[in-house]
C-alpha cells in the first residue's frame, strides 16, 4: 500500500506565499515522477506543476514563473513553493505520484493521489 499526505494548504492574500508538502509513505521502492494537479470548482482538474525522478520539471503557463515544484527524493516528499497568488489560484491542490511499489516479492508500478489541500486566495 501507498499513500500520499499533502500538508501546507490555507488562506493567503493576493500577493502572498504557501507551501505545499506531499509525503509518500508505504511499501515503496522508487518514485517516479511527481506532480501537482488543482481543481476549482466547476473546473477540470489541471495539472499545475510537474518533476521526474531526476529533477527535470515543467509547469502551466499560468504559474510559471510564480511555482517552483521541487523534491527529495530521500524523503519520498514533493514541494510545491507558491508565490505570487492572485484569486484565480484558488483551488483544492492534489499531488500525484507514479510509484515503483512492491507487495512481497511482487513488484508493479502504481500511479496515487493524495487527498487534496484547499488553497484559497483572497482579493
Known amino acids: 500500500q501507498v499513500q500520499l499526505v499533502e500538508s501546507g494548504g490555507g488562506l493567503v492574500q493576493a500577493g502572498g506565499s504557501l507551501r505545499l508538502s506531499c509525503a509518500a509513505s508505504?511499501?515503496?521502492?522508487?518514485?517516479?515522477?511527481m506532480g501537482w494537479y488543482r481543481q476549482a470548482p466547476g473546473k477540470q482538474r489541471e495539472l499545475v506543476a510537474g518533476?521526474?525522478?531526476?529533477?527535470?520539471?515543467n509547469y502551466a503557463v499560468s504559474v510559471k514563473d510564480r511555482f517552483t515544484v521541487s523534491r527529495d527524493n530521500a524523503k519520498n516528499t514533493v514541494y510545491l513553493q507558491m508565490n505570487s497568488l492572485k484569486p484565480e489560484d484558488t483551488a483544492v491542490y492534489y499531488c500525484?505520484?507514479?510509484?515503483?511499489?512492491?507487495?512481497?516479492?511482487?513488484?508493479?508500478?502504481?500511479?496515487?493521489w493524495g487527498q487534496g489541500t484547499q488553497v484559497t486566495v483572497s482579493s
Open positions: 508505504g511499501s515503496i521502492f522508487s518514485i517516479n515522477a
Open positions: 500525484n505520484a507514479s510509484v515503483n511499489a512492491y507487495s512481497g516479492s511482487y513488484y508493479y508500478t502504481g500511479i496515487y
Open positions: 518533476i521526474t525522478s531526476g529533477g527535470s520539471t
